[in-house]
């Protein structure tokens, strides 16, 4: 089993996790930037990191009798690819169509079916639970949520166990009260 420091050093060492002073998107400024894809651009982390995260979810006894793992397109589908991978079952996604996540692609969820439900990372949880309600809504049983990264500080709950393998806060601060800028630490604007 990874231990969270070993975690957290594989996502500094794929960049995927950096430290300095950073303009996000929403215009706030943060000490750390934080971009998942970094980590699973490398295949053989992102399947020990879900391996890590499935020997979790399993001495938790949240994998028995699985059918199938699902994941939200784009983010989730490599996490959800090697959530199956570990637990030898198939895996599928949710992708959008008129802003709306459905199944395409011939892939099907039969009543009683039960699955996990795979994302790289949480915020508010939305695309998550977007996913839960296709799995009950034709009939399946959601067994846990699994996710990599959870930013939600406590915040985003489901009703199934949600089981990550790491958990960061965000910190963000107004431009006008940033301690970085007060100290006059250089910015980096990582998203664009
Ligand atoms: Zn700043």
């Known amino acids: 089993m990874l231990k969270a420091d070993e975690v957290l050093t594989i996502f500094k060492d794929s960049e ?3 430290e300095g002073h950073f303009e996000l998107r929403s215009g706030l400024h943060s000490p750390n930037f934080f971009q998942c894809a970094m980590v699973l651009r490398y295949p053989r982390r992102a399947d020990a990191l879900c391996a890590a995260l499935v020997e979790k979810m399993t001495a938790a006894g949240a994998t028995t009798r699985i059918d199938g793992v699902i994941a939200p397109a784009m983010g989730g589908i490599v996490v959800g690819h090697e959530v199956a991978r570990a637990l030898n079952v198939k895996s599928i996604f949710a992708e959008k169509q008129d802003n709306k996540l459905v199944l395409r692609r011939g892939f099907k969820i039969k009543p ?3 699955y996990i439900v795979a994302e790289d990372v949480i915020t508010r949880g939305g695309r998550v639970q977007e996913t839960i309600d296709i799995v009950t809504g034709l009939g399946g049983v959601v067994v846990a949520v699994a996710v990599l990264v959870d930013r939600s500080a406590g915040l985003a709950s489901f009703p199934a166990p949600t089981f990550s393998l790491l958990q ?15 100290k006059g630490v250089p910015i980096d604007h990582p998203g664009s």
């Open 16 to 18: 995927a996790l950096l």
């Open 112 to 114: 009683g079916d039960r």
């Open 168 to 182: 960061l806060a965000p910190v963000t601060y107004e431009p006008g009260a940033c301690p970085l800028c007060a």
